[in-house]
């Protein structure tokens, strides 16, 4: 099982749209999860740390589900500026800083 | 907004050549990292480095590979005896509540 799994997309969804984006993780005891987003070629930028209670900024809303290893992301009302790829990034444990990045899932928001 | 600045912004090298990757961490961030993204895949995870020592590697990041913190702000990737399977973008990132992450050096083995 991979470590870090997302469907890759793309999501095609016209503005305004609600679009979730899923994610799932193998080590049980990961720590720390993250969306992370990125535009073609460029570096990937920090969208939201996700919490166990959930959280939201904005439009984006992010969940995640321990018992099922399972984090969720949430874009409200879609603009054409949200098309770009998706990361769901985890920190699999208390004794590593490093990240985990999923291969992304890739969103288009169409006029 | 703080960032973390990376030069070069594009490297061309040959085969078996070695390259300096550079970097600037965000200046009050303890932690950093190197990360590569190879075209069209996910992003790896290569080093972690802290209190001026590596806190740790990954499988990728062998004898080919170094790293060094010369002075107070420069972080330095070091890649002997480039391989054409080396060619991919490389990050930098420092760390204070979450990641930030450089804008990258691409890296192109001929």
């Known amino acids: 099982r991979k470590e870090v799994e997302q469907d890759p997309g793309p999501f095609n969804v016209p503005e305004g749209a609600t679009v979730a984006f899923n994610c799932t993780y193998s080590?049980?005891?990961?720590?720390?999860f993250f969306w992370y987003r990125q535009d073609c070629r460029k570096e990937p930028k920090l969208l939201m740390s996700v919490y166990s209670s959930g959280n939201e900024d904005g439009r984006f809303t992010a969940q995640l589900n321990r018992a099922s290893q399972y984090i969720s992301l949430l874009i409200r009302d879609s603009k054409l500026s949200d098309s770009a790829t998706y990361l769901c990034v985890v920190n699999p444990g208390w004794d590593t800083d490093k990240l985990i990045f999923g291969t992304g899932t890739r969103l288009q928001v169409f006029p | 907004e703080p960032e973390v600045t990376q030069t070069p912004s594009h490297q061309v090298t040959q085969m078996g050549q070695e390259v300096i990757l550079r970097c600037v961490p965000i200046?009050?961030?303890?932690?950093f990292y190197w990360y590569r993204q190879i075209l069209g895949q996910k992003v790896e995870f290569l080093v972690s480095?802290?209190?001026?020592?590596?806190?740790?590697k990954s499988e990728i990041f062998d004898d080919q590979f170094s790293v060094e913190r010369p002075d107070g702000s420069n972080f330095t990737l070091k890649i002997r005896s480039t391989k054409l399977e080396d060619s991919a973008m490389y990050f930098c990132?420092?760390?204070?509540?979450?990641?930030?992450f450089g804008s990258g050096t691409r890296l192109t083995v001929v």
């Open positions: 080590n049980s005891a990961s720590q720390s």
């Open positions: 200046s009050n961030h303890l932690y």
């Open positions: 480095f802290y209190n001026n020592e590596i806190s740790e």
């Open positions: 990132a420092s760390r204070g509540s979450a990641a930030t």
